[in-house]
């Protein structure tokens, strides 16, 4: 566990990295489960090798018709690679990095989803 100023460093480098959108609930929820904070730095490797040209996002589910709670992983994409077989490229992230998922124990609070770059 960390201390509060040991949290407040690794969240901010954290932000170094990926783009936090609605970070106080970001941070409520990473407090809740820190084997995210983790996992996010064992992913990042697999991100560039797989989406070396990608932006990286994180952001909270917001859905009202589903209860839980949980982080999104968004990666963005051009819109012609969305379009373009990124369901295969995420199934692959996935079979690569299925392991580190089941290792921090964190299947149902963070997912990884495509999505396309805003330009």
Request: proline content about 3%; aromatic content about 12%; hydrophobic content about 35%.
């Amino acid at each position: 566990m960390y201390d509060e100023k040991n949290f407040d460093e690794k969240f901010k480098e954290l932000g170094e990295y990926y783009n936090i959108n609605s970070p106080d609930e970001i941070r409520k929820q990473l407090k809740m489960n820190e084997n995210i904070f983790t996992l996010l730095e064992e992913v990042k490797p697999y991100l560039e090798e797989s989406f070396s040209d990608a932006e990286y996002t994180l952001e909270m589910n917001f859905e009202p018709e589903m209860d839980d709670d949980f982080i999104i992983l968004r990666v963005d994409v051009t819109e012609e690679r969305f379009n373009n077989g990124i369901g295969d490229e995420m199934r692959q992230f996935d079979s690569k990095t299925r392991e580190l998922w089941k290792n921090a124990n964190i299947c149902r609070e963070l997912c990884v989803m495509p999505g396309i770059l805003d330009v």
